[in-house]
């Protein structure tokens, strides 16, 4: 079962463009604790399996070098974006549970802008994802990387921004009617692969 939890869903073969973003150096690689974000990520793999999610979670390649400590992520888009891989990389810190990991969405590669940032409420403007539960202030300890990775999943297709709260991680597609996010949304969608599962 280990075996076939791995080629299933942690397969970084099956995942040549997973290099799309450019992985900013604010989160150092902790090449001691390689082996317990190793662990961390087989658990991960499994809690995913029995569940039954439709997730691919892999671990980050940089140069052909493997990081344990950074995850590739890949789900199925709602709504606007339904069918298609939403995709991205989850950093965790180095001391991890002291801090909160950072999530960061690959870009939409468009009428040749490989740097498109997705245009959503909760999505910043370097790509990274704006979400309570990886708020330094909110942080809790006891968070689980699959608890983490549900609500990336949940937070995308549900924005949890409304008019009157705090400021929007981005303003300006904050400020449109829906109609206008919808059409936006709809442009970029187009240039999305479709989801696909690894084992598939």
Wanted: charged share 20%; with cysteine; aromatic share 12%.
């Amino acid at each position: 079962m280990q075996n076939q939890k791995i080629k299933i869903l942690s397969n970084t073969a099956a995942q040549p463009q997973q290099n799309k973003i450019k992985i900013l150096p604010d989160i150092k690689v902790d090449q001691d604790r390689q082996p317990f974000f190793s662990s961390l990520l087989d658990e991960t793999l499994m809690t995913i399996l029995t569940n039954g999610n439709k997730y691919n979670l892999f671990a980050y390649m940089d140069k052909d070098v493997v990081i344990e400590q950074f995850w590739n992520f890949e789900f199925e888009g709602q709504n606007v974006f339904k069918g298609k891989k939403i995709s991205g990389v989850l950093k965790f810190q180095p001391d991890h549970p002291a801090r909160p990991p950072k999530f960061y969405f690959n870009p939409v590669q468009s009428n040749g802008q490989v740097d498109q940032v997705i245009q959503h409420e909760n999505i910043y403007g370097d790509h990274s994802l704006c979400i309570p539960m990886l708020n330094d202030q909110v942080w809790n300890q006891s968070n689980i990387p699959y608890d983490i990775l549900q609500a990336i999943e949940h937070i995308f297709a549900n924005p949890n921004w409304v008019e009157g709260s705090d400021a929007p991680a981005n303003p300006i597609f904050s400020s449109k009617s829906e109609q206008e996010k919808k059409q936006i949304q709809l442009k970029q969608a187009k240039f999305l692969p479709d989801f696909k599962l690894n084992s598939e």
